[in-house]
């Protein structure tokens, strides 16, 4: 949530390269936007506007701001409304500093008291606007410029990435705690961001800032402690490209990343199933051998969550799915479990929480996650990555199916149980995807139900998950009301809520039991009226109780989840273009939560 870029070195580029920087970063926060430049001998412009980059864009057209060291910022609203004055940057009362921050000072009230006392004046209601006139007050006491952000910085308890310049200063000031910043090597210039594709155009090397730390980017880039203590960082490269960002000729991204799927999958399975021995290889990820697990993870995550845990389950080992906000009230204690939190951003603020808390009761932590770098990736002891490639819209769709695939592997390696039934299938899932994306009824489904009152999910199992996970997906981009249950739990209550209005999309795969009885709910339903969209691999009769059909190709039970899940994605992205909905972008969301 809330995105920062910042650039030295690329002289009269400098605003262009910030605003397309935001651009590329308007994922993490859409209601406000703004910039910042100086430069040597000149005072500090800004340009800030309630509304998105385009909005900041048109605002810039009537101003004329240049500079060659700037800062810029995209916002979503934690203190006060997205208005003009709540946008970064935020300025001193001598307009000689600006701020840009993401996260949430917790202390700010008390330090706004005492500045207001001591005569500050503020123009806006966020939490940010207090370090700027902190900054000031170090420069009025003698404190040259990086003193003076250090001093500021000092003062601030809560979560941070700030970014800071002074009028006259060629320098960028930054500081990191419980919010992500990287720098960007360039050749000639130096970046610094939220996140990489804010400035990939320009450079593939990177440095991950820990927290605590703070660095000075000029005609060099150093990182110190709070103390001043250099700290040797690595210079990672990243492996993707700047094209991996762009949406390569479609409509939204959202569509153009469902339709990556089978390269999101490949790139997860590659070198890792060995089909031959039906053995798979997840590399080292220390002793895989846990007396149980413990999910943790929130909202799409959550879902794979749920899902991770019953193939653990399945093969004997106690394993249980938590919410990550609600892990440190009421979760027994730990033993010898290991506690893996599913990420994709790496950055949520409840899900490194819970993980920090596992740790804390010593729990080993494994972060399962899409960010290589991220904050989840370098706290917890092992990391296993998705390799989904960069999700630019908010709603999680590749990496949702990349995490059930990555959990098939961790399940497989970890527990062990029934590898060749399921190595084959994950080897063909990418190819079931592409099929099942070539042929899909979904467009024709959300025709017919567009004006639905609501939309309900049902499945049972795996199955579960994916029902969640498609009420999940079809609320966020719709802003239609929609829920999953478990199908066994329609009778108990929502069924009340069944109407000739309200489709509801039964999830039935495979002919076992749990068709049977799914199916037994799917008839309750059809006797109230509701229309029924079954989600099917055909191996039951459920077709015979629905309106439409969406079919899966014929596969394992663990992967025919997966591929439900890309047809319920396609029609809430469908139902979400006709109703003309900011897909990418929903209202009051962000695709990273850095707060808790
Ligand atoms: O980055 P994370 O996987 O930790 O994000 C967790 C949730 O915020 C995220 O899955 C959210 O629910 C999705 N954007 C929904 O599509």
């Known amino acids: 949530m809330c995105g920062i870029i910042g650039c030295v070195g690329r002289g009269d580029g400098t605003l262009e390269t910030l605003v397309h920087g935001l651009s590329k970063l308007e994922y993490r926060g859409y209601d406000s936007a703004g910039v910042a430049l100086t430069a040597a001998g000149r005072g500090v412009d800004i340009c800030k506007c309630a509304g998105e980059i385009e909005d900041l864009r048109e605002t810039l057209a009537d101003r004329t701001l240049s500079g060659e060291v700037g800062v810029g910022h995209t916002r979503w609203s934690t203190h006060g409304p997205p208005t003009d004055e709540n946008a970064h940057p935020h300025m001193d009362c001598t307009d000689d500093v600006a ?75 930054a500081a990191r705690n419980d919010s992500p910043l990287v720098l960007g090597v360039g050749d000639d210039a130096l970046y610094l961001a939220s996140d990489v594709p804010a400035f990939r155009d320009h450079t593939d090397r990177v440095v991950y800032l820990d927290d605590g730390e703070f660095a000075r980017l000029d005609g060099g880039w150093t990182v110190t402690q709070a103390d001043g203590t250099v700290v040797e960082k690595t210079v990672d490269t990243v492996d993707w490209d700047p094209e991996e960002t762009g949406k390569s000729g479609y409509d939204h991204y959202m569509l153009k990343e469902i339709h990556e799927q089978p390269r999101a999958l490949r790139q997860c ?70 506690v893996v939190g599913i990420t994709q951003s790496g950055e949520t603020a409840d899900t490194l929480s819970a993980l920090r808390e596992a ?69 063909d899932l990418p190819g079931d995807v592409q099929a099942l994306l070539d042929d899909s009824a979904a467009p024709a489904v959300a025709e017919t139900y567009e004006d639905a009152a609501a939309y309900f999910f049902i499945g049972r199992g795996l199955n579960y998950p994916v029902a969640l996970e498609g009420a999940l997906k079809m609320k966020e981009i719709t802003y239609k009301h ?41 008839k309750e339903v059809e006797a109230r009226n509701a229309p029924v969209v079954a989600v099917t691999d055909g191996a039951s009769d459920v077709e015979r109780y629905a309106d439409h059909v969406l079919t899966l190709p014929e596969t394992h039970p663990r992967a025919a989840s997966v591929l439900a899940n890309v047809q319920l994605q396609l029609v809430s992205y469908h139902v979400a273009a006709r109703l003309g909905r900011s897909i990418d972008k929903p209202r009051n969301l962000a695709k990273s939560v850095t707060v808790e």
Request: proline share 4%; with cysteine; net charge negative.
């Open 359 to 427: 740790h804390r009761r010593g729990a080993r932590t494994m972060a399962v996650t899409n960010t290589v770098g991220s904050t989840a990736a370098r706290e917890c002891d092992h990391a296993f990555y998705i390799r989904a490639g960069p999700e630019i819209g908010v709603a999680a769709t590749k990496t949702f199916a990349s995490q059930l695939a990555a959990s098939n592997l961790l399940a497989l390696a970890t527990a062990g149980g029934d590898a060749r039934g399921i190595v084959p299938a994950l080897r």
């Open 269 to 338: 399975l590659r070198g890792r199933v060995d089909e031959l021995g039906g053995t798979v290889d997840v590399g080292d990820l220390g002793d895989l051998s846990p007396t149980g697990v413990q999910f943790v993870a929130c909202g799409t995550s959550y879902h794979a969550a749920l899902y991770a845990a019953q193939l653990f389950q399945a093969a004997g080992v106690p394993a249980q799915a938590f919410l990550a906000s609600e892990y440190a009230s009421g979760v027994p204690p730990i033993g010898d479990a290991l």
């Open 482 to 522: 929609a829920e999953g249950f478990a199908a066994g739990e329609l009778k108990h209550g929502p069924l009340a809520l069944v109407t000739e209005n309200t489709p509801v999309f039964a999830v039935v795969t495979g002919d076992g039991e749990m068709a049977r009885k799914t199916i037994g709910n799917v």
């Open 99 to 173: 701020v840009v921050h993401n996260g949430i000072i917790e202390n700010y009230q008390s330090i706004r008291d005492e500045l207001t006392r001591a005569g500050h004046t503020f123009t806006s209601d966020t939490d940010t606007e207090v370090v700027p006139h902190l900054i000031e007050d170090a420069l009025d006491d003698g404190a040259d410029a990086e003193d003076a952000v250090r001093t500021a910085i000092a003062r601030l308890e809560g979560s941070y990435a700030i970014a800071a310049v002074v009028a006259g200063q060629e320098a960028i000031f």
